[in-house]
């Protein structure tokens, strides 16, 4: 994929509605997220400011022609000791999946780690998301944790994958 014309930036309040729009774009799939019902911009709001570009970043991808994609860093458990420790997760659009956007993305992540202060890197991941499990596996992502039948998609019991990898 050339990425001469990728640009990765913070996420600014302006971007929300397309953040949501990538994001709901994947929950009639079941394959991404446990909502089951599409979300509203106004009700993301509180989410997009527990982010902070040198905390926990929100940060968009574009591609010269709009937002094709974007990644998150979300606090784990919440408490002072877990601070170097982030779950990583990454949205791509519709049009642009299969396209290396997840890996170019991921490899920023990882890049940009020791700068946030972050040792440890989790996925969480339905085990039937073979595409994520894959990408997040190929960057030396590993199983730490597989919880059978704990979300319930449609009347199906899903496992959950949590992946790791130590970045510092």
Request: one cysteine or more; glycine letters at 10%.
């Amino acid at each position: 994929m050339n990425t001469n014309h990728l640009t990765i930036r913070d996420a600014s309040l302006e971007d929300l509605a397309d953040i949501v729009r990538i994001y709901n774009s994947t929950i009639e799939g079941r394959m991404v997220t446990a909502d089951t019902e599409p979300v509203t911009t106004a009700s993301r709001k509180g989410w997009f400011y527990e982010h902070s570009a040198d905390f926990r970043p929100l940060w968009v991808l574009e591609n010269g022609s709009g937002i094709c994609g974007w990644l998150s860093f979300q606090s784990f458990y919440g408490r002072p000791a877990y601070n170097a420790t982030a779950e990583v997760s990454i949205y791509v659009d519709e049009a642009f999946r299969g396209q290396g956007i997840g890996r170019f993305l991921m490899e920023h992540a990882i890049d940009a780690s020791p700068k946030l202060g972050l040792k440890t890197l989790l996925g969480f991941i339905f085990g039937h998301n073979d595409p994520s499990l894959h990408l997040f596996r190929k960057f030396g992502f590993v199983n730490w944790a597989h919880l059978p039948g704990v979300a319930e998609l449609d009347g199906i019991e899903r496992d959950l994958i949590i992946l790791g990898k130590r970045v510092g």
